[in-house]
T-cell receptor, first 112, second 117 residues
C-alpha cells in the first residue's frame, strides 16, 4: 500500500461547481498535512495546511480525519484558474528530522 | 513570502557528462533543504534531505555517489548529477525550510528540467 494515495482523476467540472478530493495516508503517526497545487511543468505551491480542527480559506476547505486516516479538500464555486494538479502532502514524524511524502496528485480541469 | 530560486531552469546535456543544479533561498536562511525528482505524471519523489554543514541523508534507492549534494551555506545547496544518462532526464525540484520539524513549511524552487541525450 502506498504511503499516500490519491485518486489521479482527472476531475472535469464546469465553472461554479463544487468538487472534493480525498487523500488517504497509511502512517497513523503522521504529524502534519498539507495540500499543494502544481500547475503543468511548474513547482508545487502551498495551498493550505490541514489542521485537526479543519481549515478554510475562501473557497477552499480542508479537513483531517485521523480515525480514518484521510484528508480532504473541498473547492467551492470552481474557477477556470483552479485547473491544476492538487497534491496531498504528509509529514510522518521522525525523530531528528522530517520527511515529506507527496501523493501522486489529483488532476482537476474546470471548464467554461 | 519566502523565495527559493533554482539555476538553471532547464539543461540539455550529453550522456556521460555531469550537471550541477543550484538551489538558493533568497530571503531566509534554510536550515534544511530537500531535493526531489518528478517524472511525468508522477508524484514528487524525495531524493535526499540536507542540513547546512552536514552530509545529506539519501532516501532508499538513491545513489549518493551519482547524486552529489552539497549544502555549503544556509542559503545554498547544490545537486550534481554525475555521469548523467538518459534515464536521469527528469524534473528536479528543491525546497527549503527554515525549520527542522514536520510542521515547518517547505518553499519550493521553480525546478530544473534536465534532458540527457
Amino acid at each position: 500500500r502506498k504511503e499516500v494515495e490519491q485518486d489521479p482523476g482527472p476531475f472535469n467540472v464546469p465553472e461554479g461547481a463544487t468538487v472534493a478530493f480525498n487523500c488517504t495516508y497509511s502512517n497513523s503517526a503522521s504529524q502534519s498535512f498539507f495540500w499543494y497545487r502544481q500547475d503543468c511543468r511548474k513547482e508545487p505551491k502551498l495551498l493550505m495546511s490541514v489542521y485537526s480542527s479543519g481549515n478554510e480559506d475562501g473557497r477552499f476547505t480542508a479537513q483531517l480525519n485521523r480515525a480514518s486516516q484521510y484528508i480532504s479538500l473541498l473547492i467551492r464555486d470552481s474557477k477556470l484558474s483552479d485547473s491544476a494538479t492538487y497534491l496531498c502532502v504528509v509529514n510522518p514524524s521522525r525523530a531528528g528530522g522530517f520527511k515529506t511524502i507527496f501523493g501522486a496528485g489529483t488532476r482537476l480541469f474546470v471548464k467554461a | 513570502g519566502a523565495v527559493v530560486s533554482q539555476h538553471p531552469s532547464w539543461v540539455i546535456c550529453k550522456s556521460g557528462t555531469s550537471v550541477k543544479i543550484e538551489c538558493r533561498s533568497l530571503d531566509f536562511q534554510a536550515t534544511t533543504m530537500f531535493w526531489y525528482r518528478q517524472f511525468p505524471k508522477q508524484s514528487l519523489m524525495l531524493m535526499a534531505t540536507s542540513n547546512e554543514g552536514s552530509k545529506a541523508t539519501y532516501e532508499q534507492g538513491v545513489e549518493k555517489d551519482k547524486f552529489l549534494i552539497n549544502h555549503a551555506s544556509l542559503t545554498l545547496s547544490t545537486l550534481t548529477v554525475t555521469s548523467a544518462h538518459p534515464e536521469d532526464s527528469s524534473f528536479y525540484i528543491c525546497s527549503a525550510s527554515s525549520g527542522t520539524t514536520s510542521t515547518d513549511t517547505q518553499y519550493f524552487g521553480p525546478g530544473t528540467r534536465l534532458t540527457v541525450l
